[in-house]
C-alpha cells in the first residue's frame, strides 16, 4: 500500500479531481433520491385523502376536546351538513340531548386508554327522527387526536324492534289460541 507521500502531484491531483467527480455524482443521486421520495409522499398522501374521502362508511378525526379536525363525505351526507363547515366544529352538536354524557365519557375513555372503544349514541341531525349510530375510535400514535368510524345503526334497531314485536305478537296469538 502506498503512502499519500509516495504520490506524484498530478496522481494526487487526479486522484482529489477523481474524488469530487464522485463526491458530485453522489449528491446528484442524494437530490434524485430526495425528489422520488418528495414524489412518492405526494402521491401516497393524494391516495390516502382520496381513499378517506371517497370511504363509503364514514371517517372522522377528533381532537381531545371533540373538534372535528377531518371528516369525509360519507358523514358530511349521513348528517346532512357541507363537509367545510363541519371541520372545527364540535361533535357534541350533533349528539342527542340524552346521549351527550354517554358521548363524552366515550371521548375521555379513548384518549385515556391506547386501545379501541366504541359506544352507541342517537344523533340529532334531521327532521327524520334521531339516528342511532356506532361509534368506534383510537387515538393515533401522538395521543392529541382519535381517529373515528360511525355507522348509522338506525335501520338495523327498527329491524330488531318490528321482529321484538313480531315475536311477542306471535306468543300472545299463541296463547289466545291454546285458551280458545
Excluded at 360519507?74 to 363537509?83: D, K, N, T, Y
Excluded at 367545510?84 to 371521548?107: A, G, R, T
Excluded at 385515556?112 to 339516528?131: A, D, H, M, W
Aim: net charge negative; proline share 2%.
Amino acid at each position: 500500500m502506498r503512502t499519500v507521500s509516495g504520490f506524484s502531484e498530478a496522481e494526487v491531483l487526479k486522484l482529489i479531481h477523481e474524488l469530487e467527480v464522485h463526491q458530485f455524482e453522489v449528491d446528484k443521486q442524494n437530490e434524485q433520491l430526495a425528489l422520488d421520495g418528495k414524489q412518492a409522499s405526494e402521491v401516497g398522501s393524494a391516495k390516502y385523502s382520496e381513499f378517506f374521502n371517497l370511504a363509503p362508511t364514514g371517517y372522522f378525526t377528533l381532537s381531545k376536546d371533540g373538534e372535528i379536525i377531518r371528516v369525509n363525505r360519507s358523514v358530511a351526507a349521513l348528517l346532512g351538513v357541507e363537509q367545510s363547515y363541519m371541520e372545527s366544529s364540535s361533535f357534541v352538536f350533533f349528539v342527542s340531548d340524552e346521549s351527550k354524557p354517554i358521548y363524552k365519557q366515550f371521548l375521555w375513555n379513548v384518549f385515556k386508554s391506547n386501545i379501541q372503544k366504541s359506544c352507541k349514541i342517537f344523533l340529532s341531525v334531521n327532521e327524520t327522527g334521531p339516528l342511532l349510530v356506532l361509534l368506534n375510535a383510537i387515538v393515533n400514535g401522538n395521543g392529541d387526536q382519535c381517529l373515528v368510524n360511525i355507522v348509522d345503526i338506525t335501520g338495523h334497531k327498527r329491524t330488531k324492534d318490528v321482529l321484538r314485536d313480531g315475536e311477542s305478537f306471535f306468543r300472545e296469538t299463541q296463547i289466545i289460541a291454546r285458551l280458545g
